[in-house]
């Protein structure tokens, strides 16, 4: 497979710079031999600590979110630009808990795409469906329709700097993963709606993670299937004993 495999730690609303800072170090000396490309998304707070520690390291600082705008009355918000001048190079957009808890629509979500690859970040779209909707039949859809209103208006210069997270939603911090089975078929479909959308070369070329309950044990298993070409981690992204051996798989 010519696809790097890339490994990401969405470290959510956890740890304070003490905390976030000796994680920082653990990863940077753990993954410095490591082979694949990584990432972490630490808090907004912890960004500039975070950033002063993976500065020339093999590991990619990314925000869990961003404003749909570039300045303005947005209380509450933090802004592409923002994030910019603290060196943030990737961010994670749509998380399911961004869609929610907090009622991010998928137009909302794609403006915000829009505006991160505008200015040059890389974005980490996540897609993945309800149990109901899983077991309705209808997981396949639902990450369609996810991933193209998404990328609306997304133009295929751009798209290079787009992954896909596929996150179905009971398996985030449940504990329960989706059989590599699983995950292959649903990668599967959405590689095959980005060849729709765009080519057969963009559809070989988008790498598409799989998130939910990954894990030293389990994840293997998921990367040796053809489709998933790396990893968005939550709770085991927190400890360098958990991070590190799923990162260096
Ligand atoms: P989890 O979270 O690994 O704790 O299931 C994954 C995610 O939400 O990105």
């Known amino acids: 497979m010519s696809r790097q495999y890339y490994i990401a730690g969405n470290w959510k609303m956890h740890k304070t710079k003490e905390s976030a800072a000796a994680l920082a170090k653990a990863l940077v000396a753990g993954l410095q031999d490591g082979k694949h490309k990584y990432l972490v998304a630490p808090s907004f707070t912890l960004l500039e600590t975070v950033a002063g520690i993976v500065k020339g390291s093999a590991i990619r600082l990314g925000a869990q979110n961003m404003a749909p705008e570039e300045q303005g009355a947005h209380t509450g918000e933090v802004s592409v630009l923002q994030l910019q001048e603290l060196g943030v190079q990737t961010v994670i957009l749509g998380h399911s808990e961004r869609r929610h808890i907090y009622h991010e629509d998928d137009s909302l979500i794609n403006k915000k795409v829009r505006l991160a690859l505008k200015q040059g970040l890389e974005v980490i779209l996540c897609v993945g469906e309800l149990l109901e909707e899983r077991e309705a039949g209808k997981a396949e859809k639902v990450c369609e329709e996810q991933v193209r209103a998404g990328l609306a208006e997304v133009s295929t210069a751009d798209l290079n700097n787009v992954v896909i997270a596929y996150e179905p939603v009971w398996a985030i911090g449940t504990g329960k993963t989706a059989t590599p089975e699983d995950a292959d078929a649903i990668h599967a479909s959405i590689r095959s709606v980005i060849g729709r959308l765009y080519s057969p070369q963009e559809a070989a070329a988008i790498i598409i993670q799989y998130g939910g309950s990954v894990k030293p044990d389990n994840v293997a298993a998921l990367m040796a299937k053809e ?18 051996p799923i990162a260096k798989f």
Not at 227 to 244: H, M, R, W, Y
């Open 227 to 244: 489709n998933v070409d790396g990893a968005l981690v939550g709770g085991a992204s927190l400890k360098p004993e958990s991070f590190i």
